[in-house]
């Protein structure tokens, strides 16, 4: 491990080197990294007008909800990064950095939809009203999976990539068959799946695409480009914008700023009415940026340069609301203090709450193995119950 | 025999679904469309999907006429992507479908061995029991068609491996027909493994559905070996496509003086233990016949288990007639490769004289 290195960027190194690919035509940004609003009539040229108009339909409140579900996760995200360092979580993937990308396609959804997550998608289970500690579950150890995915239509995370993506397609084959697509009725619903720019170098992924297109299934396919792949860049999976990819598979595409919430959110809604509808599935590609490491087992002053960390930095999606918010004065000081004192308070109840996890009893390990009997398992869970007996009045470590 | 002959090998026996009894002798491929078909009818979750199955009624004519009389929605032509059809069968039956999907071949199955192995057998225990994932997967599987390569082999042991996945295979047309429901109706995920050299083999199946329990005790019953033939000198364990060939022998060693048991399995995973011990107890010799590859194959699980469950009943060591430790072999030699009526004879001569 090279951790202690200190990594030295090219010189000359400028914010220049790294531009920001979020300024390529095409790619929908509603709001810029200052804040400001684009101009209305510069989006209307760019065919970006409908969403400027659903943007301009978003409300302060909903304004405001993402900006503090943003905050929350990173505080969350913090903590359990935090918690990691100390030994008390196995493993801790970051999403700092992909707030925006996440909490903006999650406020697009609504309840009967269902989500199928990669690993990272902290922001999106918060905003599904998972509480956010029961992700902690799969990375102290104490189970595989932790929450009820029915309970809020976000399904376990899959960490095989893009195993899930097919998952989603198949559950919205079963949406279909249900007769809840385009009826024009709240029992209309759609499937999110969420996956990276590695993703979709995954047979799995191409294949969901396939299904999906030649079904017609109700699926937005949200791929946060997030640069990296642990150490591989994106230039390592495809040669053309990942958005590309979909009219190949007669998928409409869409590049969205995955730093610009505003943006996220009129787009992934787009896309969800148009499932929901029966148009069939959308391709969004959200451009962002991993902020951290891969997990943290990783090292990125291995293979990225810091400048461009530096860069991205300087295009923060919680700082881009927050300048939004300001600017067009929906939020004052008292609303930003309350949202930190509120984030202070979830990180200290999640690290309560993570040190309170303990492991379960070993005899679960026979557990769900299958959901009717099952004599081996029978045999070896009886087998291990006598064994674990044997050590029962015998001193510390022998046998009885 | 290639693969194209195969696929132009159609039965064209005609099934009555209704429910009056009525036995009716069938090839077992006809019996696995009869009891598809009964599941279909009598289950709306119930849904095919695969490669070909619907227009062409599958290139071993399983499906034949489903899709006419069920629609395209619950018989679906899927597209030519095996891991595909594997994990969207996972979405739907995420989404309370009871998905049954062919794979078109047994050396096809690997691109879907992923989502197999690590998704659908893992989704029930990873979710601490709050999913469940019905999914039943057809392969028909075994050699002795004179296929070209890939389309003859014997995986069960892979799949035998991971936990989460119950694996079946009938030997004849009735349990066929009764064991495709079962293993329609089983909470769990299964892989049914037809026996493709055995499809047109005929015999005597009630399609009056009568017969077939669908309840909690069938889909155990899934998994109870059945003692095709008794004897007292030796026991030969075998499934699928080897039990007819097990009796054949077992026929032979009569005419040599020889009174030799034979167990069908039926299941792979879990085996039955109690039915084969309790044969072993009595006869003091096993051999088992499978043709799966002997090296880490279930006759190597069966002959741990039953020299564990029968250590001071056994007169000579558990024999395995199996596939050799090379891939399946062009099919002009194949007979050479299989479990032949002679080289299980000359597994019992060992035992017997051991």
């Known amino acids: 491990m090279s951790s202690t290195e200190t990594p030295v960027a090219p010189a000359g190194t400028t914010e220049l080197s790294w531009p920001d690919p979020c300024e390529v035509a095409g790619t929908v940004r509603l709001v810029a990294p200052d804040g400001s609003r684009l101009p209305a009539q510069a989006l209307e040229l760019s065919g970006h007008g409908v969403y400027a108009a659903a943007a301009a339909r978003t409300t302060p409140d909903q304004l405001r909800a993402m900006y503090r579900d943003m905050v929350l996760t990173r505080a969350f995200d913090r903590e359990a990064t935090s918690l990691q360092r100390q030994g008390e979580l196995g493993l801790w993937p970051e999403c700092r950095g992909q707030e925006a990308a996440q909490i903006g396609s999650a406020h697009a959804l609504r309840p009967r939809d269902h989500v199928f997550p990669s690993y990272r998608e902290h922001g999106v289970a918060h905003v599904r009203g998972l509480p956010l500690h029961e992700l902690l579950h799969l990375f102290r150890g104490t189970e595989h999976g932790g929450w009820d995915p029915t309970a809020h239509g976000f399904h376990l995370y899959t960490l095989v990539i893009g195993s899930h993506t097919l998952h989603a397609t198949g559950y919205g084959m079963g949406i279909q068959r249900d007769g809840d697509v385009g009826t024009g009725t709240d029992r209309d619903r759609a499937v999110v799946a969420y ?66 919430a505003v943006a996220v959110k009129a787009v992934t809604e787009a896309a969800l009415e148009r499932a929901r509808a029966g148009g069939g599935p959308t391709f969004i590609e959200a451009v962002t940026y991993r902020m951290g490491a891969h997990t943290t087992s990783d090292d990125p002053t291995r293979y990225r340069e810091r400048a461009e960390e530096e860069a991205w930095s300087r295009r923060d999606p919680i700082e881009r609301l927050a300048a939004l918010l300001r600017a067009e004065e929906h939020a004052d000081a008292d609303f930003f203090a309350a949202v930190e004192a509120e984030s202070a308070e979830l990180a200290a109840g999640v690290r309560t709450y993570c040190r309170s996890l303990t492991p379960p009893p070993a005899a679960t390990i026979f557990d769900h193995v299958y959901a009717s009997e099952h004599p081996l398992v029978a045999e070896e869970s009886a087998w291990f119950a006598q064994y674990e007996a044997s050590f029962d009045g015998a001193p510390a470590g022998g046998h009885a | 025999m290639s693969a194209e002959t195969v696929e132009t090998a159609e039965t064209s026996a005609t099934v009555e679904t209704s429910s009056r009894p009525s036995t009716e002798r069938l090839p077992m491929a006809r019996a696995i469309n009869a009891g598809l078909r009964r599941a279909l009818a009598t289950d709306d979750r119930v849904m095919l999907m695969g490669e070909d199955i619907g227009r062409l009624g599958g290139v071993f004519r399983v499906t034949d006429g489903l899709q006419a009389e069920f629609g395209t929605q619950r018989v679906v032509d899927s597209p030519l992507a095996e891991s595909g059809i594997l994990g969207t069968a996972i979405g739907l039956a995420m989404a309370g479908y009871r998905p049954v999907v062919e794979i078109q071949f047994d050396g096809f199955v690997f691109p879907a061995f992923d989502q197999i192995t690590t998704q659908l057998a893992k989704l029930h225990y990873r979710s601490a029991g709050r999913l469940q994932v019905p999914v039943v997967i057809r392969i028909p599987y075994g050699g002795n068609i004179g296929a070209i390569e890939h389309h003859s082999e014997s995986p069960e042991a892979l799949f035998a491996h991971t936990a989460g996945l119950r694996i079946v295979t009938p030997a004849t047309a009735a349990d066929a027909y009764s064991m495709i429901q079962q293993s329609i109706a089983s909470p769990d995920p299964v892989i049914f493994l037809e026996p493709k050299a055995r499809y047109w083999d005929k015999g005597e199946v009630d399609l009056s559905g009568d017969g077939v329990d669908l309840g909690p005790d069938g889909w155990r019953s899934l998994h109870v070996a059945r003692t095709v033939r008794t004897g007292t000198d030796l026991t030969i364990a075998a499934y699928g496509p ?30 039955d233990v109690d039915t084969l011990a309790e044969s072993v107890g009595r006869t003091g010799r096993l051999v088992v016949v499978h043709e799966a590859p002997m090296f880490f194959g279930p006759g190597a699980e069966i002959a741990a288990r039953v020299t564990e469950r029968c250590f001071h009943q056994l007169e000579a060591p558990v024999l395995r007639v199996g596939g050799f430790h090379t891939p399946y072999p062009a099919s002009s030699v194949e007979k050479e490769y299989l479990p032949s009526l002679d080289r299980i004879l000359d597994a019992v001569d060992r035992s017997l004289a051991y």
């Open chain 1, 195 to 260: 996956f990276g720019d590695g993703a979709t170098a995954q047979g799995d992924v191409n294949e969901a695409l396939v299904f999906a297109a030649t079904t017609n299934a109700p699926v937005v396919f949200f791929c946060q480009n997030n640069h990296w792949a642990i150490s591989a860049p994106t230039s390592v999976q495809t040669t053309v914008p990942l958005v590309e990819r979909a009219s190949g598979f007669g998928i409409p595409g869409v590049r969205v700023d995955g730093n610009d």
């Open chain 2, 242 to 271: 080897t039990v007819a060939t097990a009796l054949a022998a077992a026929q032979v060693a009569e005419g040599e003086g020889h009174d030799v048991e034979v167990v069908d399995l039926r299941s792979v995973s879990p085996i």
